[in-house]
Structures are given as C-alpha cells and as structure tokens.
C-alpha cells in the first residue's frame, strides 16, 4: 500500500485525486482510446530509447573487472543511447539526421503498438505506467550522474594547454572556443556539475523525481542548445536527457497545471506498488540499493581517483621534469644544413611546447589533419587521448613521447596521425561508441636530446623521414593574462 500526500489551498474547490493502490490501480477509470494508444507507443518506444543496443555495452559489462574497477568502466555502463540507424553525412552528425536512431525508434514503437492493439482490450495501464516511469527516471539519473561527475571534479572541459594558448583564435573550431572557455573558469563547470549529480539522484527517488526531471530538463537543454550553437557534437546525447526527464516529468503536469494555473484545491496521490513478499522487498532492496551504491557513491570515488591520477582527457604520464614551456627555435638543420627562419618554410619548425604531461608539439608551415571531434575521454593510453588537438588548426604537430632520461632519447609517436586512423574509424561508429585505442599505430622516431641550462634544449637525430635534424630551443619566459587554473586534474 502507498501513502497518500496531501496538499492543501485557503479556499477548496473541487478535489482532483487519482487512484493509489494497486487494486484501484487494476480497475480504474478506463483510459481514452487515444491514450491507450500513445502509451502503446511511448512505451516500446522509451523502453527502446532507456536499454543498451549495441552489442559492445554488453560485451564491456560482462568482461570488466569488477574487482579493480576503473573510472571508465562504470561510467561507459551508465554513458549509451540508442544506436539503432547512423547516417553517414555531415548531418548524421553535426545536423537533424544524427536523430535517426530516435526515429527508428519510434518507426518500431508505432509498428508494435500497433500490433499491441490487435491483441490487448485493456482498459488501462496505471501499472505498467508506472513501471515504465521507473525504466526512464533510472536510465536518466543513472546516465546523468556520470555525466555530471565529469564537471563536478572538473575534467570534461580541461584548463587550456600551453600549445592551445598559443594557436591563434581564428586557428580554433567553435566547440574548442567554447570549450576553452569553460575550461578557464572551473568553479562554473563545478556548479554544472553539481546541478545534474542533484538531478540524477533526485531522480532515484519518486518522491522528488519531478524536481530531479525539472532541474535535468532546465540544464540539459541549454547543454542541447550550446552543442547547436558550437558544433560541439554533444547535441544529440543532451537532448537524449531532456526527453527523458520531460517524460518522468509529464506524469506530474496535469497537478501542477491544476494547482497553479487553475487554482485548484489539488490532492496529489499516486500509485505505488505493495511488495508484500519478502522476495518483492529484498528484491527493490537491493536493485536501488546498488543502483545508488554503484552510481552514486563509488563511482564518485572513482572520478575522484580519476581527478587525480589519471585525468579524463589529459594524458597521465608527466613529461621531462623542468621542461614545460613555450620554446623559440633558435636554430633548425636538416641534413647538417641551417634553415633560416621564415614563417612560409614547410620544413624548419617555428616554435616548440613542451607540456607538464608526456606531449611535445611543433608548428611548421604544413597541412596536418584535423581533428573535428570533441576530444572525448574515451581512449585509455596517452598517445589516443586527443583534446589537446581537437578542434585546433593552425599546422600544429603534436606528439606523445616516452623519455629515457638515462640515454637522453624521446621516442615520439605522431599523434595526429593516430588520431587520423581513429576519426576515419568514428565515420563508421556512434559519436559515444568510440575505441579505446587506435586500430593502427605508426612506429615512433627517436632523438636525442640535451639541456646545457634550465631555459635552453638541443634535439637531434633522424625524422620520420630518416633526414637528420638539429634544433636548439630556447624557452620564453612568457606571463599569460589568464590566471593560472585552481582546479587542475592530475599529479604532475
């Protein structure tokens, strides 16, 4: 049996209640045909949109260890949506086509229902309303938590790196704007954060799912909107959430509408089911119990552990102690020839980064592949994790390197290119079903380094051409207006 919630105005009118125990539930007030009919259709229809499709979900779920369980393991459980028809254009991904799974969904939702309605006289479906209402409010809380702890412990939007503050803003896509923005003031992502993590567990819950769906609806769509605006290429997975949460929500317009525009006196009970078997209780036990256990409290100790030691984008292996920095060249040779500087040279770098993390980058006056993805956190080892590249032009060379501090060598893999084997792969996959890792690397090219001071680094040996290069650097002493970031993931 459920309790009944009473809500109460100066001056009554005529009360507006609804059933509230299961056998009231059973013999209610026969529903519209109409009605009948679009919750045929809402219900294969969600039940499509809130279960996994792809057979990757389930082949991740039962492999994992769950014994030394990593960030991205729990957090590619809670991250799917449809993946039911990929259209392959630019508007299969940037544009209207990219919501071709939800119309595939819907194309079957319709067909079943309308099947359904051949076999089923039923004159309600308070109960299975219900249950379904649980499928959406948990699919959303579930995939919004991991959502959010990727802002609350800021690594979705990361603090710029130094080869990203000196790229020339025209040298940006409008998503690496935006999201560079967002990155340089993390108290604000926190916030965003904290907002959809009280979203989703406010979701768990039906006795504030209705605040959960409103405060999910508010900041999602404006997430649907701002991925529209950039090209940010997050806009179909956000307005997945809103649809969600406008769903969860629809159950508890009418009351409000009564309550608030009418004015009416309005007495709010719901229904809710009796477990009155023990297996029925330990049952709901410990399905929302480990719901809340897995998404909520351990995986905030995961992203936390994340945050730390092993940010979301950025590549975990720190670089060469004492070498982050924004370098000159002061002199480039290429095959025991000196090439004098000139920005139009398509051989002789123009300037150097080292980062605090295992990336060194080069501008040179070459076409270099464009990443147009968003830089997402999938790929586990560091010459895959792309952000520091995405969106960026500008004839940027980046590349991951391991250091031999005992011979003085860095061996270099091109970063570009990897990332250019998976973006060809992505052109075949979902934008949230991306590898792990680069179906085909390119072997690394080794130099030798030097440092005679603090400020200045020598490179040289053979190039991935086998030509012999020499390149002294001299590190600029340079003081950015941006302030330093006060929340910065990773130990470096």
């Given at each position: 049996?459920?309790?009944?919630?009473?809500?109460?105005?100066?001056?009554?009118?005529?009360?507006?209640?609804?059933?509230?125990?299961?056998?009231?539930?059973?013999?209610?007030?026969?529903?519209?045909?109409?009605?009948?009919?679009?919750?045929?259709?809402?219900?294969?229809?969600?039940?499509?949109?809130?279960?996994?499709?792809?057979?990757?979900?389930?082949?991740?779920?039962?492999?994992?260890?769950?014994?030394?369980?990593?960030?991205?393991?729990?957090?590619?459980?809670?991250?799917?949506?449809?993946?039911?028809?990929?259209?392959?254009?630019?508007?299969?991904?940037?544009?209207?086509?990219?919501?071709?799974?939800?119309?595939?969904?819907?194309?079957?939702?319709?067909?079943?229902?309308?099947?359904?309605?051949?076999?089923?006289?039923?004159?309600?479906?308070?109960?299975?309303?219900?249950?379904?209402?649980?499928?959406?409010?948990?699919?959303?809380?579930?995939?919004?938590?991991?959502?959010?702890?990727?802002?609350?412990?800021?690594?979705?939007?990361?603090?710029?790196?130094?080869?990203?503050?000196?790229?020339?803003?025209?040298?940006?896509?409008?998503?690496?704007?935006?999201?560079?923005?967002?990155?340089?003031?993390?108290?604000?992502?926190?916030?965003?954060?904290?907002?959809?993590?009280?979203?989703?567990?406010?979701?768990?819950?039906?006795?504030?799912?209705?605040?959960?769906?409103?405060?999910?609806?508010?900041?999602?769509?404006?997430?649907?909107?701002?991925?529209?605006?950039?090209?940010?290429?997050?806009?179909?997975?956000?307005?997945?959430?809103?649809?969600?949460?406008?769903?969860?929500?629809?159950?508890?317009?009418?009351?409000?509408?009564?309550?608030?525009?009418?004015?009416?006196?309005?007495?709010?009970?719901?229904?809710?089911?009796?477990?009155?078997?023990?297996?029925?209780?330990?049952?709901?036990?410990?399905?929302?119990?480990?719901?809340?256990?897995?998404?909520?409290v351990i995986l905030f100790y995961l992203q936390m552990w994340n945050y730390l030691y092993d940010p979301y984008k950025q590549p975990v292996n720190k670089g060469i102690a004492g070498t982050k920095g924004y370098y000159n060249v002061t002199e480039f040779r290429l095959n025991n020839q000196v090439i004098p500087y000139s920005p139009e040279d398509t051989v002789r770098w123009q300037n150097v980064t080292f980062e605090k993390w295992s990336t060194i980058t080069y501008q040179v006056n070459k076409p270099v592949w464009l990443d147009l993805s968003n830089g997402g956190g999938s790929p586990k080892n560091d010459v895959d994790r792309n952000f520091e590249l995405a969106g960026v032009a500008g004839r940027r060379r980046f590349f991951y390197y391991e250091a031999d501090t005992v011979k003085q060598e860095l061996a270099l893999r091109d970063k570009?290119?990897?990332?250019?084997?998976?973006?060809?792969?992505?052109?075949?996959?979902?934008?949230?079903?991306?590898?792990?890792?680069?179906?085909?690397?390119?072997?690394?090219?080794?130099?030798?380094?030097?440092?005679?001071?603090?400020?200045?680094?020598?490179?040289?040996?053979?190039?991935?051409?086998?030509?012999?290069?020499?390149?002294?650097?001299?590190?600029?002493?340079?003081?950015?207006?941006?302030?330093?970031?006060?929340?910065?993931?990773?130990?470096?």
């Amino acid at each position: 049996m459920s309790d009944i919630t009473h809500s109460t105005v100066a001056a009554p009118v005529t009360p507006v209640t609804e059933v509230h125990t299961e056998a009231a539930a059973s013999s209610g007030k026969p529903w519209k045909t109409w009605q009948r009919v679009a919750f045929r259709v809402a219900f294969i229809f969600f039940v499509l949109m809130s279960i996994p499709t792809s057979w990757n979900w389930y082949q991740h779920l039962f492999t994992m260890d769950w014994i030394h369980l990593k960030y991205r393991d729990v957090y590619d459980i809670a991250r799917f949506q449809p993946n039911l028809w990929n259209v392959e254009s630019e508007s299969g991904r940037w544009g209207i086509a990219s919501y071709a799974s939800w119309l595939a969904a819907l194309l079957i939702a319709i067909a079943g229902a309308g099947i359904w309605s051949i076999f089923d006289r039923r004159k309600e479906y308070n109960i299975l309303y219900y249950w379904l209402r649980v499928i959406v409010r948990y699919r959303a809380g579930i995939g919004i938590i991991g959502f959010g702890y990727t802002k609350l412990f800021p690594v979705q939007m990361p603090y710029p790196s130094i080869s990203n503050l000196h790229t020339n803003f025209g040298d940006f896509t409008a998503q690496k704007i935006y999201w560079l923005s967002i990155g340089i003031v993390p108290w604000y992502q926190v916030f965003a954060g904290i907002v959809e993590v009280l979203a989703g567990v406010l979701l768990f819950f039906r006795g504030t799912a209705a605040i959960g769906a409103v405060l999910l609806a508010g900041a999602l769509a404006n997430i649907t909107f701002v991925n529209f605006a950039y090209d940010g290429g997050v806009h179909v997975y956000s307005a997945y959430f809103v649809l969600l949460a406008l769903f969860v929500l629809a159950y508890d317009v009418p009351k409000i509408y009564n309550l608030l525009v009418l004015e009416r006196y309005t007495v709010p009970v719901h229904y809710y089911p009796s477990f009155k078997e023990k297996w029925q209780q330990y049952s709901r036990y410990i399905l929302k119990g480990g719901s809340v256990l897995l998404f909520v409290v351990i995986l905030f100790y995961l992203q936390m552990w994340n945050y730390l030691y092993d940010p979301y984008k950025q590549p975990v292996n720190k670089g060469i102690a004492g070498t982050k920095g924004y370098y000159n060249v002061t002199e480039f040779r290429l095959n025991n020839q000196v090439i004098p500087y000139s920005p139009e040279d398509t051989v002789r770098w123009q300037n150097v980064t080292f980062e605090k993390w295992s990336t060194i980058t080069y501008q040179v006056n070459k076409p270099v592949w464009l990443d147009l993805s968003n830089g997402g956190g999938s790929p586990k080892n560091d010459v895959d994790r792309n952000f520091e590249l995405a969106g960026v032009a500008g004839r940027r060379r980046f590349f991951y390197y391991e250091a031999d501090t005992v011979k003085q060598e860095l061996a270099l893999r091109d970063k570009n290119r990897s990332q250019a084997n998976q973006g060809r792969e992505r052109q075949r996959r979902n934008a949230t079903d991306r590898p792990n890792t680069s179906k085909k690397k390119d072997p690394p090219y080794v130099l030798h380094y030097e440092r005679p001071s603090d400020t200045r680094i020598i490179l040289y040996g053979l190039n991935e051409k086998k030509d012999s290069i020499y390149v002294i650097l001299d590190r600029v002493d340079k003081q950015y207006l941006l302030s330093p970031g006060k929340l910065e993931a990773g130990q470096y």
